[in-house]
């Protein structure tokens, strides 16, 4: 079993910026994608970005341009640069973990991003 810890999150004010780290255990031996998606108030969970074994980013519109995913394969972390913030990024973030060979996803607890002035 895949377990996912979040780090980063908090609050911050419309044009800032904040970054969200994510780091797996135990050791995965597979190829697997990683990646951010949120959950904002009343809404239904939405991917944000993801990053394959290759290292080729993909966004949803709404970031792009302002936030930037990466990946650290040898410590099995990902990281999202978050950049001008608005209203709108306001959402639980959720680290995930994509394994194709299985299909299974695995997903981290969630931390709170608040964009507020």
């Known amino acids: 079993q895949v377990q996912l810890v979040e780090f980063g999150g908090g609050v911050v004010q419309p044009g800032g910026s904040l970054n969200l780290s994510c780091v797996a255990s135990?050791?995965?031996?597979?190829?697997?994608?990683m990646g951010w998606y949120r959950q904002g108030p009343g809404k239904q969970r939405e991917l944000v970005a993801i990053?394959?074994?290759?290292?080729?980013?993909e966004y949803t519109d709404a970031v792009k341009d302002r936030f930037a995913i990466s990946r650290d394969k040898d410590k099995q972390q990902v990281f999202l640069k978050m950049n001008n913030l608005r209203a709108e990024d306001t959402a639980v973030y959720f680290c995930?973990?994509?394994?194709?060979?299985?299909?299974?996803?695995?997903w981290g607890q969630g931390t709170q991003v608040t964009v507020s002035s």
């Open positions: 995930n973990l994509h394994l194709p060979v299985t299909a299974n996803n695995y």
């Open positions: 135990p050791r995965v031996t597979s190829f697997y994608k």
């Open positions: 990053i394959s074994s290759w290292d080729i980013p």
